[in-house]
């Protein structure tokens, strides 16, 4: 007998960067090609954390007023930072820990999934592909393919659209503040990793539930799964 929607495994959204992935070490790697080519000194995987989390052109932007200045042409920088990502996306991003486990066991139980990031579309799917973490997702929405990114809802919708699960209950699960507020505004609950890239303290974002470890995923928010 088919389930009505309601019945249905309910859709899980994932953030990736400080979520699904430790990406900083190559983040910071190409920012720190940009710098030297600006001739400005390298930075560091610290302060890149504080400025991660709104997208390339709003990292480029941050790191270049912490390091001497936005130039008058900061969309030139923000092109040659991801020229020099793209080519070492994937070198030392890691899954974290208890990730790629917990993803095989939510795609058993049939969970449908997507990830929503401020990362851009391309950038995305490369890293998840070298990952070989593409295979779970039915949907991947960056955020230049969405006119309004998170924090604005519109950005989780979009991606429960693409995933074509507008009618089944729906978990996300992010690291900061916009991954939050996002949620909050779309109506729908949301789930935070202790160990991603958030400023304060990630018991203080107002999620439903703070998680230390992603292979706890699916015991602690059956509630909502």
Request: proline share 7%; charged share 20%; aromatic share 6%.
């Amino acid at each position: 007998m088919n389930q009505t929607p309601d019945k249905l495994p309910a859709a899980v959204l994932f953030d990736l960067d400080g979520t699904l992935v430790d990406s900083l070490p190559d983040m910071t790697w190409a920012m720190n090609q940009l710098l030297a080519e600006l001739g400005r000194k390298s930075t560091s995987l610290a302060d890149m954390r504080t400025w991660v989390g709104d997208g390339a052109g709003v990292l480029v932007e941050r790191c270049l007023a912490a390091t001497g200045g936005v130039p008058g042409a900061p969309a030139d920088a923000v092109g040659r930072f991801l020229a020099f990502y793209r080519t070492h996306a994937a070198v030392e991003t890691r899954p974290f820990p208890g990730v790629l486990t917990t993803l095989a066991a939510l795609s058993a139980a049939g969970h449908p999934m997507g990830v929503c990031t401020n990362k851009p579309n391309d950038l995305s799917r490369l890293l998840l592909d070298a990952l070989d973490m593409s295979r779970f997702f039915s949907a991947v929405v960056g955020g230049d393919g969405v006119p309004e990114r998170k924090p604005h809802p519109g950005h989780l919708l979009a991606t429960l659209k693409s995933m074509g699960v507008e009618n089944r209950k729906v978990l996300m699960v992010g690291d900061s503040p916009n991954d939050v507020a996002a949620a909050r505004a779309a109506g729908v609950p949301v789930v935070v990793v202790g160990f991603g890239y958030t400023q304060v303290p990630a018991e203080t974002l107002g999620a439903d539930l703070v998680i230390s470890d992603f292979a706890d995923l699916p015991r602690a928010a059956a509630e909502f799964l």
